[in-house]
């Protein structure tokens, strides 16, 4: 099925640990975004990619690495986690902008 | 002053009523607007696109902006128990592409 896949869909972390989260787009699409959810805050954008090549900062990207691999694959590394990283992580990618398609999420918790 | 802001809700509409859903933005180079509807523990799905100022109507649903106001808004007709939902304003942030930032979203609850 075309569309944003993400793994892991769980994944609980010892404080300290890394670890990456991969996503993957077979929809030919430009741009693809990291995005967290935590509850009352909303989506916020951790690392963004234009273009195959091009990664740029979000909102709250302290903390994450990122990798655009090819077109079709960007991941998100947490080089040491903390509790506050503990959220849902959802990969998203777009065409041209006109809207995202958005993978099924990534719940992370750091204990 | 917030970028993408929404009152968090819970709106709450009879079955059938129209359910009235705002959002406003305070970039004014903003220039692409979206509705997402989010079910409690899915994705964010895309429901509406809006680029020029007025009205765009699908279905049930009609999205207005004003760029003027900096004001998006989402109205459901027709009200159905399965468009219970938190409903998210998604506006692009100029100085990055097609990057969106995203209101914290309103809580629709239809009651049958």
């Known amino acids: 099925n075309a569309g944003v896949t993400q793994t892991p869909k769980f994944q609980v972390l010892k404080t300290g640990q890394s670890m990456t989260l991969q996503c993957a787009q077979d929809?030919?699409?430009?741009?693809m975004y990291w995005y967290r959810q935590d509850p009352g805050m909303g989506l916020r954008l951790i690392y963004y990619?234009?273009?195959?090549?091009?990664?740029d900062k979000g909102e709250v990207p302290n903390g994450y690495n990122v990798s655009r691999l090819n077109k079709r694959e960007f991941s998100l590394r947490l080089e040491s986690a903390a509790p506050s990283q503990t959220s849902v992580y959802f990969c998203?990618?777009?065409?041209?902008?006109?809207?995202?398609?958005f993978g099924s999420g990534t719940r992370l918790t750091v204990v | 002053q917030k970028e993408v802001e929404q009152n968090s809700g819970p709106l709450s509409v009879p079955e059938g009523a129209i359910a009235s859903l705002n959002c406003t933005y305070s970039?004014?180079?903003?220039?692409?607007f979206f509705w997402y509807r989010q079910y409690s523990g899915k994705s964010p799905e895309l429901i509406m696109s809006?680029?020029?100022?007025g009205d765009k109507e699908d279905g049930r649903f009609t999205a207005q902006l004003n760029k003027a106001s900096q004001y998006v808004s989402l109205l459901i007709r027709d009200s159905q128990p399965s468009d219970s939902a938190t409903y998210l304003c998604?506006?692009?942030?100029?100085?990055?592409?097609?990057?969106?930032?995203f209101g914290k979203g309103t809580t629709l609850s239809v009651s049958s």
């Open positions: 998203a990618s777009t065409f041209r902008g006109d809207g995202y398609t």
């Open positions: 929809m030919n699409h430009n741009s």
């Open positions: 990619s234009a273009s195959e090549g091009t990664t």
């Open positions: 970039d004014r180079g903003s220039q692409s």
């Open positions: 809006i680029y020029s100022n």
């Open positions: 998604a506006v692009n942030k100029p100085q990055a592409g097609t990057a969106l930032i």
